[in-house]
């Protein structure tokens, strides 16, 4: 499936290649036609199957790993687990529901443009921040805007309740979300580790 956000891109991208080839310019309008496929597969969206597991937490994102730590940062409080994972722009970049629960709170903070992977990314970045409201305790994702995506977008409304591995935003090319877990989960994952959203376990609950 493609995500109907692509639409103003590919059809933008014609337009392009299409006055390019009627002014002779035919290089560039098969680059322009060339932007048009990695569009369509930028805004992929394939269909996945969370495990049956009811107490395993799936990434909320493709991608891989760069952070694991326990953090005293304004994300998380210092009995939490931090998990970041970075999309580059090959990466599937629809957002998925690690657990089921019901979306507490849901705030948009304005800030900068820093390349995602970079620490101050975290700090300066501008970033979505939803708050999931599980029965093991509140898991909080933020999605992080990087240099080339400056446009996060969030499909779901507080008071809503996810799935496991259902869809609830995207952000548009490279950058990065992070998942903050509660100290009765045990992460599963470690930095350098690649992870499918609504897939891959990254974390369990201790039972």
């Avoid at 590919?10 to 080839?21: N, W």
């Avoid at 953090?71 to 970049?93: K, P, Q, R, W, Y």
Wanted: glycine share 6%; hydrophobic share 45%.
């Amino acid at each position: 499936m493609i995500r109907k956000e692509v639409i103003p891109y590919f059809v933008g991208g014609l337009f392009v290649s299409s006055f390019f080839y009627l002014i002779w310019l035919e290089p560039l309008a098969i680059a322009s036609l060339i932007l048009c496929v990695f569009f369509l597969y930028f805004f992929r969206d394939p269909e996945r199957i969370p495990p049956a597991d009811p107490y395993a937490v799936v990434a909320p994102a493709d991608g891989k790993i760069i952070t694991v730590r326990k953090s005293s940062e304004s994300l998380c409080s210092s009995e939490h687990t931090e998990i970041s994972i970075f999309m580059s722009a090959f990466n599937v970049h629809v957002n998925r529901s690690p657990f089921d629960g019901i979306v507490k709170e849901i705030t948009h903070i304005p800030g900068k443009f820093f390349s995602a992977f970079k620490e101050k990314a975290y700090r300066e970045n501008e970033y979505i921040k939803l708050t999931l409201e599980t029965p093991y305790g509140n898991i909080v994702l933020r999605q992080v805007a990087g240099y080339i995506a400056r446009r996060a977008v969030c499909w779901v409304k507080e008071g809503e309740s996810l799935k496991k591995g259902q869809r609830f935003g995207m952000i548009k090319f490279s950058s990065r979300v992070d998942i903050c877990l509660p100290a009765n989960f045990k992460v599963t994952v470690k930095e350098g580790d690649k992870v499918k959203a609504g897939k891959t376990i990254i974390a369990s609950v201790n039972k």
